[in-house]
């Protein structure tokens, strides 16, 4: 079966704490993204990824296809960093079809 | 700059109405997706279509019909709202050939009272 699982659900920091958020998902892919929502409902692709490591500012995400997991690091985290942190998958067998996980709730204190 | 409009962020219709979602992309993108977001529950296919006049189901069918009569407009359509189709309704496209980067439009928020 195709899943995707996020962890964890809610995060909470203070700013400038570094923050990770991890997906896991069940079976081969052939892309994972890395989605940002704001209050209000938008949502903003912040990484596609095959392998390996991306990096834009402060944000960081890696990928390790043998194990099936990512991971999303906000460095040195901000209040404006507070959005909802949504991983979503392309499952081999399924095309241009998108599974999303759950998605992470982040609120960053000032 | 890409873009997918959807063409309301917020709405609020009746009971029984006929309600009219629209999404347009301007990137020349084959494939175009609705999707609906529910607290608990995440982001949900409802429909996807890979060309024009071209349509699949997806995860969450029911109650929905969809129309895509040019390549840059792909429509949802509630044919009769019911209080159980509130949500987010989300509309992304993708370039079907040159790999699986999908782009979102803003959201709609819908509300059926």
């Known amino acids: 079966k195709n899943e995707v699982e996020q962890s964890p659900q809610n995060l909470t920091a203070q700013e400038g704490e570094f923050i990770t958020i991890n997906c896991s998902y069940s079976v081969g892919i052939s892309a994972l993204h890395w989605l940002q929502q704001h209050p209000g409902g938008g949502i903003v692709s912040l990484f596609m990824l095959s392998s390996g490591k991306k990096k834009h500012g402060r944000l960081i995400a890696t990928i390790n296809i043998q194990e099936k997991h990512s991971s999303l690091h906000i460095t040195a985290s901000h209040p404006r960093d507070s959005a909802v942190y949504i991983c979503a998958v392309h499952f081999k067998a399924a095309g241009n079809k998108l599974t999303f996980g759950g998605g992470t709730r982040v609120l960053v204190k000032p | 700059d890409v873009k997918v409009t959807q063409s309301s962020r917020y709405l609020v219709k009746r009971t029984g109405e006929k309600v009219f979602l629209e999404c347009v992309q301007d990137?020349?993108?084959?494939?175009m997706f609705w999707y609906r977001q529910d607290p608990g529950l995440g982001l949900r296919l409802i429909y996807f279509?890979?060309?024009?006049?071209?349509?699949e189901k997806g995860d969450i069918p029911e109650g929905y019909s969809v129309s895509r009569e040019k390549k840059e407009r792909f429509s949802l359509i509630l044919e009769s709202a019911s209080t159980n189709q509130t949500s987010m309704y989300l509309c992304?496209?993708?370039?079907?050939?040159?790999?699986?980067?999908?782009?979102f439009g803003q959201g709609t928020r819908l509300t059926v009272v």
């Open positions: 279509s890979y060309d024009v006049k071209m349509k």
């Open positions: 992304a496209s993708s370039l079907g050939t040159a790999g699986p980067e999908a782009f």
């Open positions: 990137m020349d993108h084959e494939n």
